[in-house]
């Protein structure tokens, strides 16, 4: 039996919706042939009450935190939710929170939380110019496809800040920071949502 292609996007729509773990939830959607509504029901019926109570729940409660660079140049504001007050006030939340400020202010090319975010438009625009320098350089029509593909992926690395490496590789054993969100996530027992985040610098438009 073929293996069922199951996306980033269909993952994270799943987890939103239950606050199971990221490996659970693409076990789920293989087993239900990407079926989200299916691999809900399967989910809950895994896990029992823990997907049960978080399903449908909004993260309605949270925490917003800033970075100030020592120069004064440098500034961010990250929304960090969760779904209780109690885990809002939660030491290793807050420092979680605190640590992708920090993270967003070293790493200017974050543009959007996560690739859900990113314009269809422009994923499709990155993609031709990279296809398209593919086969300047000469590269064999075959491979030109996958090249671009390569080079997207690395883009969205680049963009999407769920994507990125945190900028403390050696502290956070080179995880992203999607990554250390479902690590506090699977901790806390709530669903961790990085909601939305701005950066100033001085200068900038």
Not at 191 to 202: E, G, I, L, S
Request: a negative charge; one cysteine or more; proline letters at 1%.
């Amino acid at each position: 039996m073929s293996t069922v292609q199951i996306s980033a996007k269909d993952v994270k729509a799943l987890r939103d919706r239950t606050g199971a773990g990221m490996m659970e939830c693409k076990g789920a959607l293989q087993e239900t042939g990407g079926d989200i509504d299916k691999a809900v029901e399967l989910l809950r019926v895994k896990l029992g009450n823990k997907v049960a109570k978080l399903a449908g729940r909004e993260t309605s409660e949270g925490t917003v935190q800033s970075y100030i660079h020592a120069t004064g140049k440098v500034g961010v504001l990250v929304e960090v939710d969760c779904n209780t007050d109690f885990v809002a006030t939660n030491e290793d939340f807050i420092a979680f929170a605190k640590d992708i400020a920090l993270h967003i202010a070293a790493m200017p090319t974050a543009k959007y939380v996560n690739e859900d975010e990113v314009d269809e438009e422009a994923k499709a625009a990155e993609l031709r110019v990279y296809e398209q320098q593919a086969a300047a350089e000469g590269k064999p029509e075959n491979i030109q496809a996958k090249i671009a593909e390569g080079k997207l992926k690395k883009w969205l690395e680049e963009v999407v800040l769920l994507n990125q490496v945190h900028v403390n590789a050696d502290k956070y054993e080179g995880r992203t920071i999607e990554q250390m969100r479902a690590d506090l996530s699977a901790k806390t027992g709530e669903n961790v949502v990085v909601r939305r985040f701005v950066r100033f610098a001085v200068g900038d438009e």
